[in-house]
């Protein structure tokens, strides 16, 4: 027996009602998985860019460590940081240290505390170069050598989670910002 019309009709109806859906799941599917890689890559350039400035405000910080880490011997034998020998000694102690602590942000709170606490010393740094060598003199073995090391052991330990970028910016939303001042 032979479908009638009506049947046919209806057949190529009920065809292309089937290949209508199948065209419109597949276009959703397609738009959903779309949406989702375009999400994913938005989310891996910006951890790029966090990453990014992060290794800046650590290649800053690396930039004061460095600096003292640096030493010159005085005629009486007593050694001091080589950022206390210049003649515009402040200079050369602050904007290494205004370097870093200006990108404070991108550090963890154990670096952006360390420096803060360096940049509070340097505070009463003198303005007169020979009181600045004795004033490098005094804290050569005691507060800065240790806020150094200190420094040094934050960085590489934070070298190891650069890449966590999630659990850097959840801390970020527990830090407790304050004012902190950077003589020029």
């Not at 650069?162 to 939303?173: D, I, P, Q, S």
Request: hydrophobic share 45%; proline share 3%; net charge neutral.
């Amino acid at each position: 027996m032979q479908p009638s019309e009506h049947q046919l009709m209806l057949l190529a109806l009920v065809s292309g009602g089937f290949a209508l859906l199948g065209a419109l799941a597949g276009t959703l599917v397609t738009g959903v998985f779309n949406l989702r890689a375009k999400r994913n890559e938005y989310v891996n350039d910006y951890y790029k860019t966090v990453i990014q400035r992060r290794i800046g405000a650590y290649e800053a910080l690396e930039s004061v460590i460095v600096s003292f880490r640096t030493c010159v011997m005085d005629d009486d034998g007593k050694p001091y940081h080589l950022p206390f020998s210049g003649e515009d000694s402040q200079k050369g102690v602050f904007v290494p240290l205004h370097a870093a602590m200006s990108q404070g942000l991108w550090l963890n709170d154990g670096a952006f505390e360390k420096t803060s606490e360096l940049n509070r010393l340097l505070f009463s740094l003198p303005a007169n170069k020979e009181e600045a060598i004795n004033f490098g003199k005094k804290h050569y073995y005691t507060v800065i050598a240790e806020l150094r090391d200190a420094l040094e052991c934050i960085l590489a330990a934070d070298m190891l989670e650069m890449h966590n970028v999630e659990g850097f910016l959840a801390r970020r939303k527990n830090r407790r910002w304050g004012f902190r001042a950077v003589r020029l």
